[in-house]
Every structure is written in C-alpha cells, then in structure tokens.
Nanobody, 123 residues
C-alpha cells in the first residue's frame, strides 16, 4: 500500500508556472507507475500525465502536451508535475495517483490517490 500527499498548488496568472509535488510513502515507490489527474468543478476527473516506474516513459494528455512535464525522483519517493504556460482552463484540483500496472488515462485503473491540490489560473 502507498500513501500520497500532493503539494505545490496555488493561484497563478495565465502564462505563469507552477510545480506540483507528490510525496509517496508506505511501499516501494520504484514499483509504481505514477500519474496526475485533474478535476474541474462540474466536470469528470481527467488524465493529465503518467510516468512509468523506471522513469523512461511518459505520456501526456493532448491538452497539456508541450506545456507540462512529469518527472520522478525515486531517491526522494516523489513525482513532480511542472506546469508552464498555464491557462484558465487548467484550473482544477490536481490529484496524484499510483498503480503497479496501470499506465493509461483511466482513473478507475489506479488504486491509490492523494487528497488533491487546488490550482487556480486567473485570466
């Protein structure tokens, strides 16, 4: 089992940047694929990015490709989401998720979730 705690959210102007962090504990971090999802008010949770356990493969939603970057530091048991060129439509609660086998964009395939961190982008 793994526990996840996100941090780094906040209020930023359009065009700005934020870096989210997700600290993992309780199990072998290096065996988990790590993903970021987000959920805006009134909308379903949507996939943002995933990084495979070995850190060599990453995948992104088309809406964030070229602006966001996911990375992991296995020595620190932490996964990051660097968000650049932020837009008002990026406003959402961002969730970190972990799973040993899931590596796609379906949220119901991930077993472990953090509590979320709010990101608000003003225009």
């Amino acid at each position: 089992q793994v526990q996840l705690v996100e941090s780094g959210g906040g209020l930023v102007q359009a065009g700005g940047s934020l870096r989210l962090s997700c600290a993992a504990s309780g199990s072998t971090f290096t065996t988990y694929n790590m993903a970021w999802f987000r959920q805006a008010p009134g909308k379903e949770r949507e996939f943002v990015a995933v990084i495979i356990w070995n850190g060599r493969n990453t995948y992104y939603a088309d809406s964030v490709k070229g602006r966001f970057a996911i990375s992991r530091d296995n020595a620190k048991n932490t996964v990051y989401l660097q968000m650049n060129s932020l837009r008002p439509e990026d406003t959402a609660v961002y969730y970190c998720a972990a799973d040993r086998t899931a590596s796609g964009g379906r949220s119901n395939e991930y077993d472990y979730w953090g509590q979320g961190t709010q990101v608000t982008v003003s225009s």
